[in-house]
């Protein structure tokens, strides 16, 4: 027990670290330790890499390679146990510390070969050379579990927290996973075996996608069937009909404090069913009212049960990998008014980037998944970000390294990419009236692949870039480029007014998340309520329809007074009619959009700032009736705007009615596009062109052949930081993975040195523009001395 003295001082520690918000105005991070690392930090390791009958060996092996990842850090520390993956090690648990844990033999790890570095060459190249690769010994054999009881698992707990301790790394914790499968990769669980009636199957509703897989989920709604077994919890067994919220929680209670546990991390399909895609066990969106309450009704009861059964531990969850729009419309959990009940304390961005852009590093899949890569996994961070704005909830990004279980391998394939993700998701960044608000910890995973464990150098890279990105982060007061707004009464209307397989292209972080693939610097969201007290280059509002008369006064008020604004959504009814007029843009109300594959046009706006976009190209609309005015259109499809800009008199204003994708795996990123990449590069050189009006950074020119990632930032010792990374898989077939973007400075930056903060990057400063070469797969941080 810790003494209370002690526990005081974690309280405070916590107050001091939660919810970190910084602005210029605010006071400076105590600077006393300069060595401290703001924020949390856990990792994930599979218990099967501990030897069971040397837990004191492996643990001291554990601490001799990562304490360095752990000391310095200010806030929570700690490590998350896989205990075979499923409920089953928590809902059979009798209470006997020297009951066996049912657990996996392993079978289902994918195979794990060397990967070094990503595969050269076009794309027949690096078919042929993935299909080698592949064919290969393995490199790391696969590992199952060792015969382990629940006192053994005790056992370990107090281990590795004696251990921190023994290294000066205190209050180190030690929490446990699971996800809501059925299985672990293939393994059926004996207590799913029993009780299938605690799964709701998804199957086919979720969609064609290969990605998701038919299975089902964990239901905390559903009841379960009389079991006279024995249960820590529950002494008279599981009587009938009882919930299955109400026997997991009171078994989680019951084990966490046997054992000594300090968290619980619901993983993959808790509380978002479908993971992977922007679906849900019910379709591509939940088709009524009625099911999103209940389904959000229960994910709630049961986070507040797993509090209250041990209120010590720490209850943490998983995003599920896609768009966090879908989080309610497709998968039907409310997330926001589950954070603001108080009981979950941790809520982890899965940004796996590099695990589903690459291509060639999945036995099973060239092509991978990429609407979960990089820019996308940056743009759902920025959506959860501003969901969880006005909550205690800790939000964090996910560093990937490699895999306990699957054949992917990002840290040694394309560690300068991952090294753009360490740093840009540590500063997606919330705009609030108080301030910045950013992540409060990482999260790494994973520790280990099979009993191979991330080396001594893989450690140094780690905490190298964790830890500058932290300290970073912490300083940050000011995030250029353009801001997303979100805005909670538009999906409350969709939700309360939910029909079958009907949206108004509310993806609005699916859509951002493509056009930043050319140099669009977003970096920010901001919550619509909050308009009137912050500031931004550009707003980038996502489907803003059926708003307060309030909240409408204030776009419209901002859109006279010439703040560049630019709308994203159904013409239809994805934007209110009121600002559509304010563009000049005028659609018809009509029956159902009209779907399929077409031409897009250029149209009467001739934008200067492009390059390599032809007149016409492919794309997948859904088409309204609607007019724009004249010298305003961008590109049409059928003779209908698609995408207006109108700058005249005192107006910045864009509107885009986005395209459809064409499916989501397993295909080159061209092909999910609509075979042209083109809508999406107008899109980004519209907003480059909305920027231009008021001398604020931007690209100098949006070539369609010519990608790039940026983002930049200031910190309070007065410098400005620019982010650029080489992030893109299948735009382009040809052998040259090199890409050149060019930057145009603010004329108040005229003066500024800079300077790489990493190595030998190549760029040039001409005049007012900043000329960036980026090698394949490679990231580059540019500093400019103080401002």
């Not at 699971?178 to 199957?201: D, L, S, V």
């Not at 060639?360 to 970000?385: A, C, I, K, M």
């Not at 800790?394 to 390294?401: A, C, G, I, K, S």
């Amino acid at each position: 027990m810790q003494s209370a003295l002690f526990r005081i001082f974690l309280i405070v520690l916590a107050i001091c670290t939660f919810g970190r918000v910084s602005s210029a105005a605010t006071t400076a991070p105590d600077t006393t330790n300069v060595a401290s690392v703001p924020g949390d930090r856990w990792m994930e390791i599979d218990l099967y890499w501990f030897e069971q009958k040397d837990l004191s060996g492996s643990v001291n092996e554990f601490w001799q390679r990562f304490a360095p990842l752990y000391s310095d850090v200010e806030g929570y520390k700690g490590i998350v146990l896989n205990v075979g993956w499923t409920v089953n090690y928590i809902l059979e648990f009798s209470g006997d510390l020297q009951q066996q844990i049912a657990l996996p033999v392993g079978s289902g790890q994918q195979p794990w070969v060397a990967e070094t570095s990503a595969l050269p060459g076009s794309t027949e190249d690096r078919v042929r050379e993935w299909k080698q690769r592949f064919s290969t010994p393995l490199m790391v054999p696969r590992h199952g579990y060792g015969s382990w009881t629940y006192g053994d698992l005790k056992r370990l707990a107090d281990l590795l927290r004696a251990g921190g301790g023994q290294r000066g790394i205190l209050g180190f914790k030690v929490a446990t996973l699971c996800y809501a499968w059925t299985n672990a990769y293939g393994e059926i669980a004996p207590f799913a075996k029993r009780h299938p009636e605690a799964w709701t199957a998804w199957g086919s509703a979720a969609g064609d996608d290969p990605t998701v897989n038919l299975n089902s989920y964990f239901d905390p709604g559903k009841t379960l069937h009389a079991d006279g077994g024995k249960f820590a919890a529950l002494p008279k067994g599981i009587p009938e009909g009882m919930s299955v919220h109400t026997a997991f929680t009171a078994q989680w209670g019951a084990l966490s404090k046997s054992v000594g546990l300090d968290g619980i991390m619901l993983r993959d399909s808790f509380g978002f069913p479908v993971p992977y895609a922007r679906s849900g066990p019910l379709g591509p969106v939940m088709p009524s009212a009625e099911v999103i309450h209940r389904a959000t009704a229960d994910v709630s009861t049961m986070v507040r049960e797993i509090k209250q059964a041990n209120p010590a531990a720490l209850t943490m969850m998983y995003s599920n990998a896609a768009s966090a729009i879908s989080d309610w419309r497709s998968n039907g959990l409310d997330l926001e008014s589950v954070a603001k009940e108080g009981y979950l304390d941790i809520f982890v961005d899965q940004t796996w980037a590099g695990a589903w852009n690459e291509v060639g590093v999945r036995h099973d899949n060239f092509w991978n998944v990429p609407l979960l890569g990089w820019t996308y996994q940056l743009t759902y961070t920025l959506e959860h970000s501003a969901l969880l704005a006005g909550t205690k909830v800790r939000h964090y990004p996910l560093v990937e390294t490699f895999d306990a279980w699957e054949s992917w391998d990002v840290l040694h394939t394309v560690p300068q990419r991952l090294r753009w993700g360490i740093w840009m998701y540590s500063h997606t960044t919330v705009k609030t009236p108080h301030g910045l608000r950013l992540p409060e910890g990482t999260y790494i995973s994973w520790a280990n692949q099979g009993k191979r464990l991330l080396s001594e150098d893989d450690v140094q890279f780690l905490r190298t870039n964790i830890n500058d990105a932290r300290r970073d982060a912490a300083k940050t007061s000011e995030v250029y480029g353009p801001t997303i707004v979100y805005s909670r009464d538009a999906m409350l209307y969709q939700a309360d007014h939910a029909t079958p397989n009907y949206d108004i292209k509310e993806w609005t972080d699916e859509q951002v998340g493509t056009v930043i693939k050319w140099p669009v610097p977003i970096l920010s969201i901001t919550r619509i309520e909050s308009l009137p007290q912050v500031k931004s280059d550009l707003y980038v509002f996502g489907a803003p329809s059926h708003l307060p008369a309030d909240q409408l006064n204030t776009i419209e008020g901002l859109a006279r007074s010439g703040q560049p604004i630019s709308f994203f959504g159904s013409s239809r009814e994805g934007i209110d009619p009121s600002l559509l007029r304010l563009t000049g843009w005028s659609a018809t109300p009509r029956a159902p959009d009209r779907p399929g594959k077409f031409q897009g046009v250029l149209g009467d706006l001739h934008l200067a700032n492009t390059n390599n976009i032809p007149g016409k190209f492919p794309i997948q609309q859904r088409l309204t009736d609607a007019s724009a005015a004249p010298d305003t259109t961008v590109y049409s499809v059928e003779h209908v705007p698609a995408l207006v800009l109108n700058q005249s008199g005192s107006r910045n204003l864009s509107v885009w009615d986005p395209p459809t994708l064409l499916g989501r795996c397993c295909k080159p990123l061209r092909e999910i596009l609509g075979n042209s990449g083109a809508p999406y590069a107008l899109a980004a050189a519209t907003l480059t062109q909305q920027l231009a009006s008021g001398n604020a950074l931007r690209a100098a020119t949006i070539d369609l052949d010519q990608t790039g990632t940026v983002a930049a930032w200031r910190t309070t010792d007065g410098r400005i930081h620019l982010l650029a990374g080489n992030l893109e898989e299948g735009l382009r077939e040809d052998a040259d993975h090199s890409r050149h973007i060019s930057l145009q400075l603010p004329a108040s930056w005229k003066e500024l040195k800079w300077r790489s903060a990493w190595g030998p990057e190549n760029f040039a400063v001409e005049r007012d523009r900043l000329g960036i070469d980026l090698a394949p797969e490679s990231s580059v941080m540019i500093d400019s001395n103080a401002f």
